[in-house]
Every structure is written in structure tokens, then in C-alpha cells.
């Protein structure tokens, strides 16, 4: 049976095969990729390397995946598509492997770190694949309470973006006005606006979400979450509270009704300091888009619990 190996999005992956004679560079990073950190109910894209013979011109092939605690409990398959591996083959060597983005629903029963911080697991946790049939290698799965992950332009979790995007900056995050449409750098947001966030990962509701169903209701999370507000332009996100700074609570933080493992943080835009700079509006100056000094955001919205943080640049209209 030939073995698959598995990554999340964001780390390197390769096939198992025997070593080659000379190195390959194959990722790079400060720390190892796994055990893969998971939430109850997350949305988590694998990416497969499917067995010998697997053509990419014919139909997909069968694919399940399963959850390993004690037992094999199965995983909803939600979608399955190409995955483009972003290799650079030189010369006469082998092809860039085909790849498989399969993206799979956690359980809400997966037992959770019991404390915050420790690298003590429950018991052994994993997930495998199988592909027509042929089943990979268990790749070890760590739950917490919550792994939050707000969803951006670039994400393999569905076919098609649950809301409209818009242009303005890479990997856009998916947060939105009231009206549906993207927060941009086009139409900005302002001080005292509500917005939604939409973002994967935050863990088991009131009342409790089954896996593989939408949510029937909006439900909030049984963690509390917090928020921080940084006004610089493209600032990164941080923990809030970690620093010892001012954090906000969310007018909501739970379910999205009618989708599978989707969440919404409801936000008021706080007032911007005196000076703020705008961001700037690539649709007007495209010259500027490859530029590394722009401005593509300048208020940064961070979300975050006591096991996990996340965090997106969206652009505020200046104060008069």
C-alpha cells in the first residue's frame, strides 16, 4: 500500500519515496509542522499526494478521510480539487508531483488540550486519507479549544468564497460592511461601523454544532474571544491582551446560520487616531501594487482566545 504524506495549509509537503543521491530542499521554517493543531468543527485543507497511476485529466478519484482517537471516526469531505504545489523542477527531472486539496470538517468530539500552552495531548490523535480505496499514513492531530484562522481570498476551504471579494491587497481577509460587500481600500470603513469578519476554527457552540451540518442557528462560542485594534499601517497581528494592551470584546462571535464550519466576529471600528494615512487604492495608482512601502492596511483587527490568536489589515477612512 503505498503511503501518502499530508500537510496543512501554509507548510511544505512531499511524497514518501526512497532518498534521492543529492539533497532537496523540500521547506523551510522555525519549527516542525506537526502534530497539526486543530479546533473542534475547524474546516482544515489536506493536501494529497494520490498513489502511482492517479491521472490529473480524469475524473477525481474516491476520497474519504478519518480522524484517529482510539478509533477511526470519518470526517465530511467537503470539497476536493487540484492543489497547484508551487515546485520548481529544473532540468530533466520528474514533474512537479499532482497534488489534491481535500478539505475536511474536524469533529466536534475531538478531545481538546486540557490546558493552555502545554504540549501535553489528551491521547494520540490523527488523520488519514484514503484514495480510491488506498489509505495514507496517521498524521498526528493535536485539538484545542480553538485555532482561529480568519478566512482570506487565498484559501482552499471552498469552491467559491461564501461573500464577494474584492481586490486591494494579496490574500485579501473576508470582512465585510453590512451590506455584504468587502471592506477595501475602494470603500473603506469607518469609525462606529459594524463589521463581520468571517473566520474557521473557533471551536464547539451554544448549543453544541453537529459535524457535517450548517448551523441552523447563529449560536456563540462557548470560548470567550477578545479583540485588539492596531492602528499602523500593515501591522501584523498579535495576541490580544498578551502585552498587557486594551482589548474589546465583539458584539458576536459564533456561528455563520446556513454554512458548515464557518463563524462570524461582529466588530465596531473604533475612531482612527488624528493623521492616519489612508490605504492606498490600487484600482487608481496600479503602478503602485508591486511596491513593497504602500500602504495596504492601516488598522490591523486581531482576534484571539487564551489557545489561539489571528488577526486581518482592513482599511479605515481617515477622520475628517
Same mark, same amino acid.
Given at each position: 500500500?503505498?503511503?501518502?504524506?499530508?500537510?496543512?495549509?501554509? $507548510?511544505?509537503?512531499?511524497?514518501?519515496?526512497?532518498?534521492?543521491?543529492?539533497?532537496?530542499?523540500?521547506?523551510?521554517?522555525?519549527? &516542525?509542522? $506537526?502534530?497539526?493543531?486543530? /479546533?473542534?468543527?475547524?474546516?482544515?485543507?489536506?493536501?494529497?499526494?494520490?498513489?502511482?497511476?492517479?491521472? /490529473?485529466?480524469? *475524473?477525481?478519484?474516491?476520497?474519504?478521510?478519518?480522524?484517529?482517537?482510539?478509533?477511526?471516526?470519518?470526517?465530511?469531505?467537503?470539497?476536493? %480539487? %487540484?492543489?497547484?504545489?508551487?515546485?520548481?523542477? #529544473?532540468?530533466?527531472?520528474?514533474?512537479? *508531483?499532482?497534488?489534491?486539496?481535500?478539505?475536511?470538517? @474536524?469533529?466536534? !468530539?475531538?478531545?481538546?488540550?486540557?490546558?493552555?500552552?502545554?504540549?501535553?495531548?489528551?491521547?494520540?490523535?490523527?488523520?488519514?486519507?484514503?484514495?480510491?480505496?488506498?489509505? &495514507?499514513?496517521? $498524521?498526528?492531530?493535536?485539538?484545542?479549544?480553538?485555532?482561529?484562522?480568519?478566512?482570506?481570498?487565498?484559501?482552499?476551504?471552498?469552491?467559491?468564497? #461564501?461573500?464577494? %471579494?474584492?481586490?486591494?491587497?494579496?490574500?485579501?481577509?473576508?470582512?465585510?460592511?453590512?451590506?455584504? +460587500?468587502?471592506?477595501?481600500?475602494?470603500?473603506?470603513?469607518? /469609525?462606529?461601523?459594524? =463589521? @463581520?469578519?468571517?473566520?474557521?476554527? =473557533?471551536?464547539?457552540?451554544?448549543?453544541?454544532?453537529?459535524?457535517? %451540518?450548517?448551523?441552523?442557528? +447563529?449560536?456563540?462560542? @462557548?470560548?470567550?474571544?477578545?479583540?485588539?485594534?492596531?492602528?499602523?499601517?500593515?501591522?501584523?497581528?498579535?495576541?490580544?491582551?498578551?502585552?498587557?494592551?486594551?482589548? /474589546?470584546?465583539?458584539?458576536?462571535?459564533?456561528?455563520?446560520?446556513?454554512?458548515?464550519?464557518?463563524?462570524?466576529?461582529?466588530?465596531?471600528?473604533?475612531?482612527?487616531?488624528?493623521?492616519?494615512?489612508?490605504?492606498? !487604492?490600487?484600482?487608481?495608482? #496600479? !503602478?503602485?501594487?508591486?511596491?513593497?512601502?504602500?500602504?495596504?492596511?492601516?488598522?490591523?483587527? &486581531?482576534?484571539?482566545?487564551?489557545?489561539? $490568536? !489571528?488577526?486581518?489589515?482592513?482599511?479605515?477612512?481617515?477622520?475628517?
Amino acid at each position: 500500500m503505498r503511503s501518502l504524506i499530508l500537510t496543512v495549509l501554509g $507548510f511544505s509537503f512531499c511524497s514518501a519515496q526512497s532518498l534521492p543521491p543529492t539533497p532537496i530542499l523540500v521547506g523551510a521554517g522555525f519549527s &516542525s509542522p $506537526f502534530p497539526i493543531l486543530v /479546533a473542534p468543527g475547524q474546516l482544515l485543507t489536506l493536501f494529497v499526494q494520490p498513489p502511482a497511476g492517479y491521472d /490529473a485529466t480524469e *475524473p477525481m478519484p474516491t476520497i474519504s478521510a478519518v480522524f484517529w482517537n482510539g478509533s477511526d471516526e470519518a470526517m465530511p469531505v467537503l470539497n476536493v %480539487q %487540484q492543489a497547484n504545489t508551487g515546485c520548481v523542477i #529544473p532540468g530533466n527531472l520528474a514533474a512537479c *508531483p499532482n497534488l489534491l486539496a481535500v478539505t475536511v470538517q @474536524v469533529p466536534f !468530539d475531538a478531545p481538546i488540550n486540557p490546558a493552555a500552552g502545554s504540549n501535553v495531548v489528551v491521547r494520540p490523535s490523527g488523520i488519514a486519507v484514503f484514495v480510491s480505496g488506498e489509505k &495514507s499514513f496517521y $498524521f498526528g492531530a493535536q485539538a484545542l479549544a480553538d485555532h482561529v484562522h480568519i478566512v482570506t481570498g487565498c484559501d482552499a476551504l471552498f469552491n467559491a468564497a #461564501p461573500i464577494e %471579494q474584492t481586490d486591494g491587497m494579496p490574500c485579501a481577509p473576508i470582512i465585510t460592511h453590512s451590506d455584504g +460587500s468587502s471592506v477595501s481600500a475602494l470603500i473603506p470603513a469607518v /469609525a462606529g461601523e459594524e =463589521l @463581520v469578519a468571517y473566520a474557521t476554527g =473557533l471551536g464547539q457552540t451554544t448549543p453544541a454544532l453537529t459535524t457535517g %451540518q450548517p448551523a441552523a442557528t +447563529s449560536s456563540p462560542t @462557548v470560548t470567550t474571544f477578545n479583540l485588539d485594534f492596531d492602528y499602523r499601517a500593515n501591522a501584523l497581528a498579535t495576541n490580544p491582551g498578551a502585552v498587557g494592551a486594551t482589548v /474589546a470584546s465583539p458584539l458576536y462571535a459564533g456561528t455563520t446560520k446556513g454554512y458548515i464550519g464557518l463563524y462570524q466576529i461582529n466588530f465596531i471600528v473604533p475612531p482612527p487616531p488624528h493623521g492616519l494615512e489612508p490605504c492606498v !487604492d490600487f484600482a487608481v495608482n #496600479p !503602478d503602485l501594487a508591486t511596491g513593497g512601502n504602500v500602504i495596504r492596511s492601516n488598522l490591523t483587527v &486581531s482576534v484571539g482566545s487564551i489557545f489561539s $490568536f !489571528d488577526g486581518a489589515g482592513i482599511c479605515v477612512q481617515p477622520s475628517a
